[in-house]
């Protein structure tokens, strides 16, 4: 499973940037000046700081988290699809697609990540992570949600194939109420309780509190809540699955 793995990741990586020595550098400037963009666009409007954190690590965990658990979903979602013909042999599953596009959606926004950290660090920020054990959860949990979450969406757009152009839609929905952009404290108390219970908000929160003693997590990041997400995802989108192939294959 290992090396089939593997060899998916590989072949991820050449479709989307090809064999080119420059084709993947520039991919990843591109997240690393979409992430730019909206700093400055804070900077613009004279923010420099959010909850005791500079607005670029503000920004970048609000968009790092966001990016995993949100691209994982998409690129599950488009799994079958795009690789038709490699589910055609014995030996690759889904699942095995599924995983592969997680981990390179991983990858991918992690080293955007350590390119703006650098970055920053060379213009003078001082970058401290001063929760470890918290840190490597968030990352680790955004990835599982978009991943057991991406099992669930892709197994149900195959007896709902509406839900393929009702994502975006959704998408740029929870964009606006994960606080990628702004802390939830700037948005009315009676629309900022139901915001607390998208997970996605409480893992961006979670890692912007693993570099700030400044943001309050109380009543925001609840470890049962979030897993329990993962885990109800994880396993109707196993059971789905098994039946998502069942209808393809008739098809």
Request: with cysteine; glycine share 6%.
């Amino acid at each position: 499973m290992f090396t089939v793995i593997k060899a998916l990741f590989l072949r991820e990586t050449y479709t989307l940037y090809g064999s080119g020595k420059f084709a993947y550098f520039w991919a990843l400037q591109r997240d690393v000046f979409a992430v730019g963009f909206f700093i400055m666009i804070r900077l613009i409007l004279g923010i420099q700081f959010e909850k005791g954190l500079h607005i670029v690590f503000f920004i970048l965990c609000g968009f790092f988290i966001f990016h995993v658990a949100t691209e994982g979903i998409s690129k599950c979602m488009s799994a079958i699809q795009a690789n038709a013909a490699i589910l055609s042999f014995p030996h690759v599953i889904p699942l095995d697609i599924m995983i592969s596009r997680n981990l390179f959606v991983f990858f991918t926004n992690i080293q955007s990540a350590i390119v703006v950290i650098i970055l920053a660090v060379l213009y003078g920020l001082k970058f401290e992570i001063t929760d470890v054990p918290l840190f490597i959860y968030c990352i680790i949990t955004a990835v599982l949600f978009g991943f057991s979450a991406g099992i669930f969406m892709s197994a149900m757009a195959v007896f709902y194939p509406i839900l393929d152009k009702i994502w975006p839609i959704v998408n740029r929905i929870l964009f606006l109420s994960s606080g990628v952009f702004f802390t939830i404290d700037r948005f009315p108390t009676y629309i900022t309780k139901y915001m607390k219970l998208n997970p996605i908000l409480q893992l961006i929160e979670g890692l912007r509190k693993s570099l700030s003693h400044s943001v309050e997590l109380s009543n925001v990041l609840s470890f049962s809540y979030v897993y329990s997400y993962i885990l109800v995802f994880l396993s109707l989108g196993l059971f789905f699955q098994n039946l998502a192939r069942e209808r393809l294959d008739d098809n």
